[in-house]
């Protein structure tokens, strides 16, 4: 252990040029070169990595232009008595293969949220078949797929009107029978927006779909999040308006309902689950200020909850003016086998502040505070930890919640009766945290950790980035105090831990090469990252590149 311990030291201080920062290409104003043959490597690797993810996005991409194109040829070269084609030309086959895709698209966008089937689906041998982890970020790139093909359709339909509102009413009597019903009267735009079921439903659907696209980018999720909330609950509105935009019939029968049914009747079923779970008041046990704006609320656990580490739930507040379905998701910190639920939650802005405030504010008479409603658990791809020998747990700031149940968890099996129900032989928890005292309360989790692991199967190291550069005669003395402490006591000086402490920047590549030749007898390591995006793509990035004879398989999660 103490000799492995040292390599990882010797790890971050083996990049020349910047002994504790992380790998990197451009260094000042230099860029370094890099090879066709290693880029080469690079782009292999990811798709090994990723071979899944690519070949469904390959396959929807192929039928989604499937669609397009039949719909387009058909409408292009289609006579019929009506006189639509001769008049609108490529704007109708425009108009009509897009509306093929967004009937395509909008199904299933419900599928890749029915989260309580996909979490069932994850503990079967589906999840070999299928990328259930990427739910969340192929939803997000369906619906921009949508967006293109909306926007299309919508561009489309206006030069269609135009094009409609010159026809003399003769000819207008001819071609919409149904809906100009009078057949005088000369046709205007605005007539056709506002006087037709096709124009009222397409300008509801156009507003709702702006607010629901504006709400869904990321600055709105984090600065808006109860807006982002409501437009998403628009759904039911939105596909009852689709419905309905295409029972006009006027080139064809309406079909969109077809495509409905199936998911529609699924993610009715799925949303059931939660329904029967999500109104149970679950009393709120205690509740605590930590520092670094953390709010912990530990709650009881229904006797039917059943988790796995790693897993998280929706939680809303019961009565407390924040909305009683104004959901939100955090990671459990508890462990499956503790009696009672616990979450850790950084305070931003909205619904955390609340939540913060009537805390402090209840501190004197903790008995005031909200009851919650509480719906999951959910799963994610840091649940799968039990599938590798030796995982690498990596976390960020607050990214590190997943991890607190995880390494309880793990410790609680490795020396316990159970100790043969997990493959896992080694763990390697890497955390980086700007200051020693932002998550103490995570350093009395692994502090209890520690001294419950008798195995030795927990090596931890914390990374403390908020230092000055190496040349820095005051970052030096720290290194040189802090190994003296850890030699004497086999106690870190800053945090009381057996955990190494470390100061700048974890440099991943090093680490984890480290890693592969101390286990050279391991062909797969897992590697669970949750923090943010930089440190997400730092952490893949070094994976891919030295992924060969041994794996790294990377799986992230973003906050």
Known sequence: MAAYKKDIEEAQLEVKGDPIGGTMRKKGSMLTFVSPKAK??????????????????????????????????????????????????????????????????????????????????????????????????????????????????????????????????????????????????????????????????GILLVLLLMGLYICATEFARRNL?????????????????????????????PTFHYYLAGPAILFTLDKLVSVSRKKREIPLIEANILPSEVTNLVFKRPVDFHYLAGQYVKIALVDSGTGRDEYHPFTLTSAPHEDTLSVHIRTCKGWTKVLRNLVIKNEKNPERNPNLYVDGPFGEAHQDYSNYEVVILVGGGIGVTPFASILKDLVHKATSLQSNLTRVKKVYF????????????????????????????????????????????????????????????????????????HFGRPNFDSIFRHIGLTHSDVRKFGVFVCGPPTMSDSVKFACSKITGKQTFAAYAENF
């Open 225 to 253: 999040y109860p807006w982002f909330w409501k437009t998403h609950n628009l759904y039911p509105i939105i596909l009852a308006l689709t419905v309905l935009h295409g029972t006009a019939r006027l080139l064809q029968e």
């Open 40 to 201: 080469g490597r690079e782009i292999k690797r990811y798709i090994e990595n990723n071979r899944l993810e690519i070949f469904y996005s390959v396959m929807f991409l192929l039928v989604v232009g499937i669609q397009f194109g039949e719909r387009f040829l058909t409408y292009t070269k289609y006579k019929d008595h009506t006189g639509y084609p001769a008049l609108l030309g490529y704007s109708l086959s425009l108009t009509r293969g897009s509306a093929a895709v967004i009937m395509f698209t909008f199904p299933l966008l419900l599928v890749l949220m029915c989260k309580n089937i996909i979490t069932h689906l994850r503990g079967t041998f589906i999840k070999r078949y299928i990328p259930l982890d990427s739910n969340r970020n192929a939803h997000i790139y369906l619906g921009g797929v949508s967006l293109i093909f909306i926007l299309i359709h919508c561009v489309g339909h206006g030069y269609n009107f135009y094009m409609i509102s010159t026809l003399s009413p003769d000819h207008l009597a001819c071609m919409m029978p149904v809906t100009w019903l009078d057949g005088t009267g000369q046709a205007t735009i605005t007539g056709l927006l506002f006087g037709t079921i096709t124009g009222i439903t």
């Open 430 to 501: 890497l955390w980086s945290t700007r200051t020693q005292k932002q998550f103490e309360w995570l350093l009395d989790i692994i502090g209890k950790c520690e001294e419950l692991d008798k195995k030795d199967i927990l090596d931890t190291h914390i990374f403390i980035t908020r230092f000055y550069e190496k040349s820095d005669l005051r970052t030096t003395m720290l290194y040189i105090c802090e190994r003296q402490f850890q030699g004497i006591s086999n106690r870190s000086l800053f945090t009381g831990l057996k955990a190494i402490t």
